[in-house]
């Protein structure tokens, strides 16, 4: 792994940081961040369990994402965690020593940088203080109680045009999401639906993307997964994608527009 971190908060933003210094069992919790005290802390990783170095005000990367906390661990694995889109999600890796983890520790509480994540693995999390739940959003308004009927009639609303797009984020299984987008062609009698679908197995997550013009096929579809936690039966059209490197494209997505204004 490259130790080049991205600098995100260049000048006196990156010389003003504000974090939270903790461990997994709670002796030490301190927003009296220095460099001498993250490093101790690795140090000490079999007694602490777990370091956390969180940033009071999140690193934004590009709208909807955002930085807020790196992780290091007993087993060597570190995280770097996110929030995307109203997701919680983290980048992690195994094998990491100690001087490593501290290296990068102290570069993100110093410059507000983040490693270089090529290659790591993503991860939906839910904060420790939640019960994971699933969640119904259309349209961009949120339904906190919802039942199955409520999601089935969210489909119905986009298939007559009444919606233009839902994302359903469920909890069986290995847990995951379905995002369904309606997209409206003058040239075409009917309407297409963009369908994204992720499951967040271990330890790569699953994906399929795709364009439907069968409703019926959308709604066989959603009700296989609701009911029999099922993937879609694969169709010629739709396409596997690499979960991990959606999601670090999200996140990094800065970098291309940073390049486009160079």
């Given at each position: 792994m490259s130790n080049e971190s991205r600098s995100i908060f260049p000048g006196i933003k990156a010389r003003k940081p504000q974090y939270v210094l903790g461990t997994e069992n709670g002796t030490r919790r301190?927003?009296?961040?220095?460099?001498?005290?993250?490093?101790?802390?690795?140090?000490?990783?079999?007694?602490?369990?777990?370091?956390?170095?969180?940033k009071c005000v999140p690193v934004v990367?590009?709208?909807y994402a955002e930085a807020y906390s790196i992780d290091y661990y007993k087993d060597g694995s570190i995280a770097v965690c996110f929030r995307v889109n109203g997701y919680m999600l983290r980048m992690w890796r195994s094998d990491i020593d100690c001087d490593m983890a501290a290296d990068i520790m102290c570069n993100f509480f110093r410059t507000a940088s983040l490693p270089d994540m090529t290659g790591w693995?993503?991860?939906?999390?839910?904060?420790e203080q939640e019960?994971?739940?699933s969640k119904l959003c259309v349209d961009g308004e949120d339904?906190?109680?919802?039942?199955?009927a409520d999601v089935f009639c969210a489909l119905e609303n986009i298939i007559e045009g009444k919606s233009l797009w839902m994302l359903y984020d469920f909890t069986k299984g290995d847990g995951g999401y379905v995002n369904i987008r309606r997209r409206d062609n003058d040239a075409a009698p009917t309407a297409v639906y963009k369908v994204e679908y992720?499951?967040?197995?271990?330890?790569?997550?699953?994906?399929?993307?795709?364009?439907v013009s069968d409703a019926g096929l959308l709604r066989s579809w959603l009700w296989s997964l609701i009911e029999g936690e099922r993937l879609p039966d694969p169709l010629s059209c739709w396409e596997e994608f690499d979960v991990n490197n959606h999601f670090e494209r999200l996140v990094f997505?800065?970098?291309d527009n940073?390049?486009?204004?160079e």
């Open positions: 301190t927003s009296n961040v220095t460099e001498e005290k993250i490093r101790d802390a690795i140090d000490d990783i079999e007694d602490n369990v777990a370091v956390y170095l969180e990367l590009v709208r693995h993503c991860q939906k999390i839910f904060p019960t994971p739940e339904f906190r109680y919802f039942d199955m992720v499951r967040w197995t271990e330890p790569s997550p699953i994906g399929f993307r795709g364009v997505r800065f970098l940073d390049k486009n204004q």
